[in-house]
């Protein structure tokens, strides 16, 4: 029973940057694997990163390697999307999610069991 709330979406011009946090309730948080995904307007949900239990291993698709990280504090039950080089199509609703796991080793939708309810990143060009 893992419920997550995710701030720090906004508007931010093509090029910038924007850090989202998800903080999450519940004393499991540190076992599980925690993932960000996004849904722009018209598209699927699509996997954009996912970071191990201990922070050890992360993992992103590649559309955003290079200017997106992962992180998270688990003293704080929190997971962080640091975005640099924002791209007009980066724009999306943003979700975090605890995975049924506690590797980076699965980033596909149903490896998440539970979800936040999404922060709105939009990029102007």
């Known amino acids: 029973q893992v419920q997550m709330v995710e701030s720090g979406g906004g508007l931010v011009q093509a090029g910038g940057s924007l850090r989202l946090s998800c903080t999450a309730s519940?004393?499991?948080?540190?076992?599980?694997?925690m993932g960000w995904f996004r849904q722009a307007p018209g598209k699927e949900r699509e996997f954009v990163a996912v970071?191990?239990?201990?922070?050890?291993?992360?993992y992103y698709t590649d559309s955003v390697k290079g200017r997106f990280t992962i992180s998270r504090d688990n003293a704080k039950n929190t997971v962080y999307l640091q975005m640099n080089s924002l791209k007009p199509e980066d724009t999306a609703v943003y979700f975090c999610?605890?995975?049924?796991?506690?590797?980076?080793?699965?980033?596909?939708?149903?490896?998440?069991?539970?979800w936040g309810q999404g922060t709105q990143v939009t990029v102007s060009s």
């Open positions: 519940g004393r499991t948080f540190s076992s599980y694997a």
């Open positions: 970071i191990s239990w201990n922070g050890g291993n992360k």
């Open positions: 999610a605890a995975s049924i796991y506690s590797s980076a080793n699965y980033h596909t939708a149903p490896d998440f069991a539970s």
